[in-house]
């Protein structure tokens, strides 16, 4: 009963308002066409001295336009307060057209009063009376159409947009990306501030979100500048490899030690370092051999992540471990290469299992391929053993052979006495072959670089998908003691699930600290939706009826960025969460803003950039180009290697009466 008094106390004064507007208006034109009253008889001395006093006072009447605004402004008032009646055909195109006209009738028609012919005083007031009612519709059609228009935002930006980080936290790891966000009406310029980047950092987006250009390449200039050393997996090769080489080179002043840049290429030679992922000296039991093989496998058949435990799925990976592992205490390790593992896997199974359960440590290892040989069981003996040679023959490359069988440096790539940033790089249309390879770096660098007292370190890996990271969700859980910190760059979480399977990438999932997203879609959005929660939202509601407007107001509570916002993000638009330390607080980690890159800068540092020189030139000493045969002659050494092992580790066997079963049974 109160609201309702109060509206109809609130209605009379409106009404009020516009009584006062109209006589305003009537005394503006007895005062201003006096003459033509005058000439009509219809004067009275009372009201002429009323005026002259109210003259006096308020001054209103000593110009046509005081008056006239005076009236304006209480008629404007007064429609606030109109009840809007339904009528669909109210559009802004009608109020603007009568607010227009009416202007021109009721503000602009003072020439006429400077005429002197008997018909003015009577233009005048049909004019400005004409151009008073045209206001008054106008303001009365203005406010039924507000009334039923409230929801103007009809995206619900206002409710959606939210106060962001807008101060700039710097340190000596963070990486701090500037920002323009929408709030309260207005763009307003912000920071993304990653004070722990060791809390693992994901960048999700569909492809040309801008995940690389907007963050990853900002987290490998930063960190650069920074100090750290690196390890870069390029799915494009060569494009995030020139960006830290040219880095490097304009900010080498920031190492104590500079750090040397090195790169794995398989597709040419001589922009490519060789590197030995089996170094002997880096594997100190057989369990990393496990996890070597474990790696190549996977990597080679995704299928087999689903199916982790399975006995087709193991026996291979246990068959080459023990290849790996028997290289590595054959001869100290001279043979102990990748190269040579996939040649000897290649030979006859016979002589392979002769000289693998020769040695003490492979006997139980191998007793699942022992147990179907003794048994007679041949077909389920091939079977396992095609399980591994068929996907390790699509491996057979003397270029591969060439890169990883050399040792122009080391995986420890935090060493404190020897940095490095570490390019590896893939090509799309070979992804299937380089992928087991590449992957096998990526499990010896986890080993290497997760330990106390090293260089703190960057882990960036774009399109990870395409390569299965064995430990990455271990190296996401435990390196941040370890100053290690992790960027994973890919297009959606169910493209994680289904090239990692799904117990990992929940994992991955859950355990980042940081997290930016582009555009992405379905589940995808839905599940980061959720992430960011919810915040306590208006909603209007309207109700018309033939006589009368209501509209009442309510709040619930809501997602603070929905899954439609998610998926129809502009490019270069992000939302996302970062995470804080104890003593750098942030009271805002959710953001939803345009990350701003300075194009004109970027593009004059871009064009000054040089290529990645050639690394091994092949000229013999007869100025010849001999890449080809020096990597053929590599290709054809590995092949004799393992002749020779075999015929050594045969006649070693052959002249040992303990392993005289063992040639017997052949």
């Not at 040309?208 to 250009?213: E, T, V």
């Not at 942030?586 to 950039?609: A, G, P, R, W």
């Amino acid at each position: 009963m109160q609201g309702e008094d109060d509206l109809r106390g609130l209605a009379k004064i409106m009404a009020l308002m516009r009584t006062v507007s109209i006589i305003l208006v009537l005394m503006h034109f007895y005062w201003f066409c006096y003459g033509f009253f005058e000439q009509q008889q219809w004067t009275l001395e009372l009201i002429n001295k009323i005026l002259h006093n109210f003259n006096k006072t308020a001054d209103l009447f000593s110009h046509t336009l005081y008056s006239k605004l005076f009236a304006v402004v209480l008629l404007g008032l007064s429609c606030l307060g109109t009840k809007g009646v339904k009528n669909e055909k109210i559009t802004w195109k009608k109020i603007t057209a009568a607010f227009s006209i009416g202007f021109v009738l009721f503000f602009l028609n003072s020439i006429l009063l400077q005429s002197a012919t008997s018909f003015t005083p009577i233009l005048y007031i049909l004019s400005t009376g004409s151009g008073y009612i045209l206001l008054m519709q106008a303001g009365i059609w203005m406010s039924r159409l507000l009334k039923t228009n409230l929801m103007t935002d009809v995206f619900n930006n206002e409710n959606e947009s939210f106060q962001q980080e807008t101060k700039l936290l710097y340190n000596e790891y963070s990486v701090n990306l500037p920002t323009r966000f929408y709030y309260q009406g207005n763009w307003h310029q912000g920071w993304i501030n990653i004070v722990n980047p060791f809390r693992a950092t994901i960048v999700l987006g569909t492809p040309g979100s801008g995940k690389s250009y907007a963050v990853v390449n900002n987290y490998i200039r930063q960190h650069i500048e920074k100090g750290f050393s690196m390890y870069i997996y390029d799915f494009k090769f060569d494009d995030l490899s020139t960006i830290a080489y040219n880095h490097l080179l304009n900010h080498s002043d920031a190492y104590k030690i500079k750090p040397k840049f090195y790169i794995i290429n398989f597709d040419d030679p001589r922009r490519s370092h060789r590197c030995n992922p089996l170094n002997p000296n880096f594997m100190s039991d057989i369990s990393d051999a496990y996890e070597a093989a474990y790696t190549i496998m996977l990597n080679l058949n995704k299928s087999w992540i689903q199916k982790q435990g399975d006995f087709f799925v193991e026996s291979p990976i246990i068959l080459l471990a023990a290849i790996i592992w028997f290289l590595k205490i054959y001869d100290n390790g001279k043979y102990c290469t990748f190269p040579h593992a996939i040649e000897l896997l290649n030979k006859k199974y016979e002589d392979v299992f002769t000289i693998l359960t020769s040695y003490s440590e492979l006997e139980n290892y191998l007793s699942p391929f022992m147990d179907a040989w003794q048994g007679g069981a041949q077909d389920q003996l091939q079977g396992q053993i095609a399980s591994a040679k068929i996907p390790l023959s699509r491996m057979i490359s003397p270029q591969l052979y060439w890169v990883m069988t050399g040792d122009d440096f080391s995986l420890d790539i935090n060493n404190p006495n020897e940095p490095k940033i570490l390019c590896v790089g893939n090509n799309p249309d070979r992804q299937n072959i380089y992928s087991a390879a590449l992957g096998l770096y990526n499990s010896r660098i986890v080993k290497l670089i997760n330990k106390k007292g090293q260089l703190k370190s960057s882990v960036i890996i774009d399109e990870l998908p395409t390569i299965y990271f064995r430990g990455l969700d271990n190296l996401i859980a435990t390196a941040r003691s370890n100053k290690v910190s992790v960027c994973l760059g890919f297009q959606d979480f169910s493209q994680l699930t289904r090239d990692y399977g799904d117990k990992e990438s929940k994992v991955i999932q859950n355990t980042v600290g940081n997290i930016f997203s582009g555009q992405v879609v379905g589940e995808t959005a839905k599940t980061l939706s959720e992430r960011f929660g919810k915040v306590l939202q208006k909603r209007q509601s309207i109700s018309i009826n033939r006589n009368d407007t209501s509209t009442s107001i309510s709040t619930q509570l809501d997602s603070l960025i929905p899954a439609s916002k998610i998926s129809t993000l502009t490019q270069g638009f992000f939302v996302g969460a970062v995470s804080d330390n104890f003593d750098e607080r942030i009271q805002q980690k959710i953001f939803h803003s345009e990350i701003i890159v300075d194009t004109i800068k970027l593009f004059q540092e871009t064009k000054n950039y040089h290529k990645i020189p050639q690394i091994r030139s092949f000229i013999d000493e007869n100025g010849n180009d001999s890449m080809s045969k020096q990597i053929e002659d590599n290709y054809k050494g590995i092949k004799a290697d393992i002749l020779t092992i075999i015929r050594h580790e045969m006649i070693r066997i052959k002249n040992d009466p303990g392993l005289q079963h063992l040639i017997k049974k052949d």
